[in-house]
């Protein structure tokens, strides 16, 4: 939830303001509220987040008209604190200049009264700001938010029926009739009578303007934490690949066009992700409406596995065999740190300063049959190369062909028809073979373990297979009941 949304910034306001307290109150405190009052929950709810105050006494004033300047003061409260901070008031300016001025930079006074009349004017003034806001307008600075906050929009079907409800639809102009069908659809605001009728013309009181807070309040907090339903595609139903995501997130640029549209403040709810604030629940937020409810977790920091001491009990790896395999491991480090066919993903970084410490590695490579990818190293280094999905049979080739050494593979993969094949295609192109599962740590006597090509023979220690290698084979042949026949049973006639 939006830091912005817990806190009222403190105004010093001469006229009826619905944001400006400094400190939250309940309902209850208002003399003027009483609770059979039709927006008292409302009014409370949001009394309680600290997003409305009273008028001083100890009243609210749920019936005195709402301003232009107040409803816009109260959205930007709600929403655009960070902008309205970048539009600092000058000495003497007037209180409402900062928060009209950040409402027309992000564009949520598009195609209403005010923005016209400021266009015609070339500047804000007070009988502007002082104006009464009325439900159409107030209907279009609602679905202006919705669209630059990039909230659900309502189906043409729900549209639809929402015409088809007001009753004073015909009577609508029609630079504001999407906007009242879109605020009706969406359940922003509602009818004025029994009949549907809108009544665009008729102008908002307080009371009304917290019931609007409340629901711009509820609906960029659902925004905030999405259902989602796809488990093996993308959000966008696209196969999840390097093409498809790099598509899905350049569609989200057009929503943050300016890179200025994310509160730092913000935090955000990922069912993957879980909680984060800032740059990294916008990260995970982005992250969401690409891969939505497909299995993710958080990569682990390769820098925190503790490479020292194998006396010690939290120690994850120690030293490398001797100075030998030190070089060796600190060559491939070096070489990939010097080409463009690499990158370091973890690791990188060795040490021999008091033993032969060198840090897990984890390398990517630009092309498969890169040194790191082909040869045996023997250290904690492990290199990737990403193929994409359309290219898994050329993959495999390559797995099958690219390296001389057969010694231990694994596959990792949900589709048993996939498994099948890819286990197939690899079947001489290791000694022992996993399927999600690493292909480390075979322990002799307790597993076979052996490989082909240029890393042996194939030979299993640990099973009968491999105790048959080592001997020589020795046939005796006694028979108990010898014949004393020449001739072979075939050839004596019936």
């Known amino acids: 939830m939006r830091s912005s949304m817990k806190k009222a910034a403190a105004l010093a306001l001469s006229a009826c303001l619905l944001m400006g307290s400094a400190q939250a109150v309940k309902a209850s405190d208002f003399s003027d509220l009483k609770s059979n009052h039709w927006a008292y929950s409302y009014i409370d709810k949001a009394a309680q987040a600290g997003l409305v105050s009273g008028m001083g006494e100890g009243k609210f004033g749920p019936e005195a ?17 960070d902008k309205v901070n970048s539009f600092p008031s000058g000495a003497g300016s007037s209180w409402w200049l900062p928060y009209l001025n950040a409402a027309q930079s992000v564009g949520i006074l ?8 400021r266009s015609a004017a070339g500047a804000w003034n007070a009988k502007m700001a002082n104006a009464e806001i009325n439900r159409y307008d107030m209907a279009q600075i609602m679905m202006n938010v919705a669209e630059e906050e990039g909230w659900t929009a309502a189906t043409s079907s729900q549209i639809s029926a929402a015409q088809s409800q007001i009753a004073d639809w015909s009577s609508i102009p029609s630079k504001y009739q999407n906007a009242v069908a879109s605020a009706y ?7 004025m009578d029994d009949k549907g009728t809108f009544l665009g013309t008729a102008t908002m009181n307080r ?5 609007v807070l409340c629901k711009l309040s509820d609906e960029s907090e659902a925004e905030q934490t999405p259902t989602y339903t796809n488990t093996t595609n993308l959000v966008n139903g696209k196969i999840p690949n390097a093409t498809n995501v790099a598509a899905a997130l350049n569609a989200l640029r057009m929503d943050y066009p300016q890179n200025d549209k994310w509160n730092m403040n913000r935090a955000y709810e990922s069912v993957q992700m879980g909680t984060s604030i800032g740059s990294e629940a916008f990260a995970n937020t982005l992250s969401d409406r690409v891969f939505g409810n497909l299995k993710a977790q958080k990569h682990t920091n390769a820098a925190a596995l503790k490479v020292g001491d194998v006396q010690e009990f939290d120690t994850f790896m ?31 970084t060795y040490d021999d300063s008091k033993g032969w410490f060198v840090q897990p590695t984890i390398i990517r490579c630009k092309t498969p049959t890169y040194e790191s990818m082909v040869k045996e190293i023997f250290g904690p280094i492990v290199s990737i190369y990403v193929y994409e999905d359309d290219k898994l049979d050329e993959t495999l080739a390559i797995c099958d062909s690219a390296s001389p050494y057969a010694l231990t593979g694994a596959i990792f993969a949900q589709d048993r028809e996939v498994i099948v094949k890819m286990e197939r295609a690899l079947r001489n192109s290791s000694g022992n073979f996993y399927i999600n599962d690493k292909c480390t740590g075979a322990v002799v006597g307790q597993q076979p373990f052996g490989g082909a090509r240029a890393s042996g023979t194939n030979d299993k220690a640990g099973t009968v297979l491999n105790m048959i290698r080592w001997v020589s084979p020795h046939t005796v042949k006694e028979t108990f009941s010898p014949s004393s026949a020449i001739a072979y ?3 004596t006639e019936a």
């Open 489 to 491: 049973p075939y050839m």
């Open 318 to 348: 120690g030293a490398v065999i001797d100075k030998a395999s030190f070089e060796t491991c600190k060559g491939y480090i070096d070489r990939a740190a010097a080409s463009p066919e690499c990158e370091f993903v973890a690791g990188g």
């Open 185 to 191: 659809a969406k359940k922003y605001l509602s009818g």
């Open 65 to 81: 008209k709402l301003s232009n300047a107040q409803f816009i003061t109260m959205v930007c409260n709600l929403l655009y604190e």
């Open 110 to 117: 598009d195609n209403t009264t005010i923005a016209a009349e």
């Open 207 to 211: 009371a009304q303007g917290a019931v």
